[in-house]
């Protein structure tokens, strides 16, 4: 089962939509027909290496991200032909052939790609030689899926979506297409966060709550820290305003892809820099500089943190000793009260009372 399987594939497939009669015009949305395929929720194929490959696209939801304006073949640049061979692995930093507004250059993410790479992310050092386990540093798709825009809201009020009325001054002059709706929808979802911030603690624990990555760096388990915290807490609840992952660890006024480690003297959670890192205007304004001592990340690891360990110690034996000492009162009194007149010692009484 290779590429003979999959042109196999394909050739069925085209031929059962020419007996149907349909192949005349597509519903597809992009001007290279690929959905033409593509819409069949039943596409896929078994690969090389046993994989399974699903090769369906949700057309309603492409249409609501913010690819639709871009062509297949811009992304897919190794496709030449209909039944095609299989797709080689999209490179995230290809050049567009979209342009971009503030530069009028093709449109491309190399830049967000350089960003990551010079950040505890990236695969290499500061001497840029491969850094040790190579495949546990993320790259594009491990973080990202295809992002959907915020819906219209209809109703004055309604929903975090953007206003259909904001929509029809842009259409006053923008008049060419949906350009105005996929402008505006790009902008207004861009200024607030894609993801809710419950799911991006989910995406960085992917990596952070393994156990294995956690040996294999030698890390704190920052996941089940960071839950017994207030902020998760509030989380759980569904807050928007607390913070999350992102929120702490990246300086205010850089992209979140610039990550750096905790030694760097100029990164967010550098010790120094905790007080300027909380005291943004969402979080604690007044925030002291003695809030750099409160340590969000603490586990009870005997070696790192040996106060920690030892205080936890003292706490559960003392709890546990005087829930043990009051449950033992518990059961004595239990006793006496259904044998009143049981007694360990005897009496004078008792002697004289059974001598007669």
């Not at 090389?48 to 939801?61: C, D, S, T, V």
């Not at 004055?156 to 979506?161: N, V």
Request: include cysteine.
């Amino acid at each position: 089962m290779g590429k003979s399987f999959f042109k196999t594939h394909v050739v069925t497939l085209l031929a059962a939509l020419l007996l149907c009669g349909i192949t005349g015009a597509a519903n597809a949305a992009d001007e290279l027909d690929c959905l033409l395929c593509h819409k069949y929720r039943g596409l896929s194929r078994i690969d090389e290496n046993g994989k399974f490959r699903l090769f369906y696209i949700n057309e309603a939801l492409f249409k609501e991200g913010p690819h639709v304006r871009i062509k297949c073949a811009d992304c897919h640049q190794d496709i030449k032909k209909i039944p095609h061979d299989p797709a080689k692995k999209v490179e995230c930093t290809t050049e567009c052939h979209l342009i971009e507004p503030s530069g009028q250059k093709n449109f491309s993410h190399k830049p967000v790609s350089d960003l990551l790479a010079k950040s505890v992310h990236g695969k290499l050092d500061t001497d840029g030689k491969p850094k040790k386990d190579p495949q546990d540093y993320p790259s594009c798709k491990d973080c990202h899926e295809e992002p959907l825009y915020r819906p219209l809201s209809f109703f004055k009020g309604k929903t975090s979506g953007v206003s259909e009325r904001g929509l029809a001054r842009c259409q006053t002059c923008h008049r060419t297409g949906d350009f105005a709706e996929s402008f505006y929808k790009h902008v207004t979802s861009r200024l607030r966060k894609m993801r809710d911030p419950k799911e991006i603690v989910g995406i960085c624990a992917k990596c952070h709550g393994d156990k294995e990555f956690q040996k294999r760096h030698k890390l704190d388990d920052v996941v089940t820290s960071y839950k017994e915290t207030y902020h998760y807490k509030a989380l759980r609840f569904g807050s928007q305003e607390t913070p999350d992952c992102t929120d702490c660890h990246v300086v205010k006024g850089e992209g979140v892809h610039f990550i750096e480690s905790k030694k760097s003297p100029t990164s967010a959670s550098n010790k120094k820099n905790v007080p300027t890192t909380c005291r943004t205007s969402e979080c604690h304004e007044k925030a002291g500089e003695k809030l750099a001592g409160f340590q969000v990340h603490v586990t009870y690891d005997k070696d790192k943190y040996p106060l920690q360990h030892y205080m936890l110690v003292f706490f559960t034996w003392l709890t546990a000793g005087v829930l043990y000492f009051f449950l033992a009162l518990i059961f004595l009194e239990l006793l006496r009260r259904l044998f009143p007149h049981f007694s360990f010692v005897k009496s004078p009484d008792d002697d004289h009372h059974s001598s007669k």
